[in-house]
């Protein structure tokens, strides 16, 4: 409806940026009745959120409209090839989300690393070693299955786990699942 923390908000700009982007409607009831908004005061509360509390900043667009009288804020957020943003929590700690159906969740370590590896922007030779060939079996065998549970499975360490899977995931042999409360690997 409005825009109460900007602190708050700047998880959600960095949610969109970090995945396929989205919108912002400030102005609305959660119903879909029009309440309206004073658009000065709901931009303030925007640009601090961009420059206070992301880094680097998202940039975003804005449409202000005129429903029944009132100003409605469309705040649009492009996806960004500048990932990961990052967002400044409560403890002074930065850190990247991700939008995943209507919440902001914590980007995991494997993303992060997908991110990263994407950035270098250079190839990287596939090699099928005797770690890839138990990795793809577990994935095979369970479905499905925990970044914690993968490596107790196969006997890898989270540390050496977390880039091979984030390789072969930029590969597109496995595929991320990103819920509330846990992270799921699958085959593709």
């Known amino acids: 409806m409005r825009v109460d923390d900007s602190r708050k908000i700047a998880r959600t700009l960095v949610a969109f940026a970090n995945t396929s982007g989205g919108r912002i409607m400030i102005g609305i009831k959660d119903n879909g009745a029009v309440s309206g908004v004073i658009?000065?005061?709901?931009?303030?509360?925007?640009?601090?959120?961009?420059?206070?509390?992301?880094?680097?900043?998202?940039?975003?667009?804005?449409?202000?409209?005129?429903?029944?009288?009132?100003?409605?804020?469309?705040?649009?957020?492009?996806p960004s090839s500048n990932r990961p943003h990052?967002?400044?929590?409560?403890?002074?700690?930065w850190k990247p989300f991700i939008r995943s159906g209507d919440q902001n969740l914590v980007a995991p370590a494997v993303l992060r690393e997908v991110w990263r590896v994407t950035d270098l922007d250079r190839p990287q030779k596939y090699f099928h070693t005797e770690k890839e060939k138990k990795i793809f079996q577990i994935l095979q065998d369970t479905g499905g299955i925990t970044l914690t549970q993968l490596s107790k499975h196969v006997s890898i360490p989270r540390k050496i786990l977390t880039p091979l899977l984030a390789r072969l995931i930029r590969w597109q042999l496995v595929d991320i699942q990103i819920e509330q409360d846990r992270t799921i690997y699958k085959l593709k």
């Open 39 to 78: 658009a000065d005061e709901e931009l303030h509360m925007m640009e601090a959120a961009s420059s206070m509390y992301t880094r680097p900043n998202v940039p975003y667009k804005v449409q202000v409209w005129k429903v029944e009288y009132r100003a409605v804020l469309e705040i649009i957020v492009e």
């Open 86 to 93: 990052l967002a400044l929590m409560e403890d002074d700690t």
